[in-house]
């Protein structure tokens, strides 16, 4: 069974992964011209997508790539004094396995472990898909047309895939009320461990470094009353709106979004906005990951959320033997409550990130103090960090699902008429 997959970043990658070794033939197609090396952000995988990392045969290679932050540090806008916080007792809190990564070693590590057993087509994208009963034509901005017998999308939230099938992503994003900038810069403040910021009403400011960076990277959360005008690809007039938002911020925020925000080798901005859909997959086509369901950029756990999807969606196809329309319900049902509790999770969040008072900026503080001075126990109940809330990842469970199955076939006219025999592979 031919299955195409759009997108090769961390979803698509997983799903191509554990759809060939349930037997399914794969093409990856990505609109980057070779795998993305963009500068990336940290990104977060905790104890279910640990789980299935361990299952694929890679946890020591992401282990290897962690970013090693063992402390933050941060200042209040309105004053001197710098406050630290242990890493280590901030993710024991949440999660009893976890690493932190950047997503572009996570990517590379992920298609290393798929590049061998499934079709990689680089510098190119799906611009139209016709569905009839027995299977998906799609047509390439480059490439010839082909015909698949099922498409994903794990091509992020902008996705492509999802636009073709469902209509214009106004219909179903929500902004949560913030926006995630993240540019990478020089090293100047000589950060390995640690990350140092500074946070405010409405807005805060971080540089950070990692074990196996060069680089550094600066982020930056903020607040504005209303949603912003523009396109997610001006990046002209994303810069303009990150220095408006953060004039006269004191600390190194003059640098960054000075001299170093027009030098800076990459640059991503956009809303920290979710994704509600009542159902993620029509006919021969369903979507996977931020395509599907991102909860919120840096505040929902989407990374982890991703890996998880990728392998249910795979593991119900191969137990459906290829049937999509029963894999596609079975595959919502599997993670419909963790896709729904992640949302409510990413709003609680990025309220907390991005205070929207000095009483919450105090708290913010007083909550950084009381982690980094309790015991994890008392910690987690200070903070609300309990199962209904940032542990919400570790309460995950994961259906076994065999690693090798049987090639599967598209769906035919015996298996319609109720015939059971091994299905064979569609060349």
């Given at each position: 069974m031919r299955v195409l997959?759009?997108?090769a970043s961390v979803a698509g990658p997983v799903l191509a992964y554990w759809l060939t070794r349930h037997g399914f033939t794969v093409t990856v197609v990505e609109r980057a011209p070779a795998l993305r090396k963009a500068g990336g952000h940290a990104v977060d995988l905790f104890r279910p997508a640990m789980d299935i990392v361990e299952k694929m045969g890679l946890i020591e290679p992401v282990q290897?790539?962690?970013?090693?932050?063992?402390w933050l540090a941060f200042r209040s806008e309105n004053g001197e004094r710098s406050y630290e916080l242990g890493m280590a007792r901030l993710t024991r809190a949440i999660s009893d396995r976890h690493v932190e990564i950047m997503r572009d070693d996570l990517a590379e590590i992920l298609h290393r472990a798929t590049r061998d057993d499934a079709e990689y087509l680089f510098d190119d994208s799906?611009?139209?898909l016709a569905e009839d009963p027995d299977?998906?034509?799609v047509t390439f901005e480059r490439g010839p047309a082909r015909r698949f017998d099922l498409v994903i999308g794990a091509d992020g939230l902008h996705s492509t895939?999802?636009?073709l099938v469902f209509g214009p992503e106004e219909r179903f994003s929500t902004w949560i009320g913030g926006y995630l900038a993240v540019m990478s810069i020089p090293n100047y403040l000589g950060l390995r461990d640690r990350m140092e910021g500074i946070t405010g009403v409405n807005r805060m400011a971080a540089v950070y470094g990692a074990a196996?960076?060069?680089?550094?990277r600066a982020v930056f959360l903020f607040r504005p009353e209303t949603e912003l005008d523009y396109h997610h690809r001006d990046v002209d007039r994303q810069k303009e709106l990150l220095r408006r938002h953060f004039a006269g911020m004191g600390?190194?925020?003059p640098r960054l979004l000075g001299e170093e925000l027009e030098r800076a080798s990459a640059f991503y901005f956009d809303s920290i906005t979710q994704l509600r859909m009542d159902t993620w997959s029509r006919g021969r086509v369903s979507l996977v990951g931020d395509a599907g369901y991102c909860p919120g950029p840096a505040v929902g756990g989407g990374t982890s959320l991703a890996v998880v999807g990728a392998y249910v969606l795979a593991g119900e196809l191969a137990e459906a033997r290829g049937d999509h329309t029963r894999a596609f319900t079975a595959y919502e049902q599997q993670i419909g409550d963790y896709v729904r509790r992640s949302r409510t999770f990413a709003v609680a969040t990025a309220k907390r990130l991005i205070p929207g008072s000095r009483l919450e900026l105090w708290a913010l503080i007083q909550g950084a103090r009381l982690i980094n001075n309790a015991p994890a126990s008392l910690a987690r109940a200070l903070t609300g960090l309990n199962g209904k809330g940032m542990r919400l990842h570790d309460e995950v469970t994961l259906k076994a699902y065999p690693h090798e199955t049987h090639r599967a076939a598209a769906p035919g006219a015996d298996q319609r008429r109720g015939i059971t025999d091994r299905?064979?592979?569609?060349d």
């Open positions: 997959i759009s997108g290897a790539a962690a970013t090693g932050t063992e799906i611009t139209a299977g998906v034509d895939v999802r636009r196996r960076l060069d680089e550094a600390w190194q925020v299905p064979q592979a569609v």
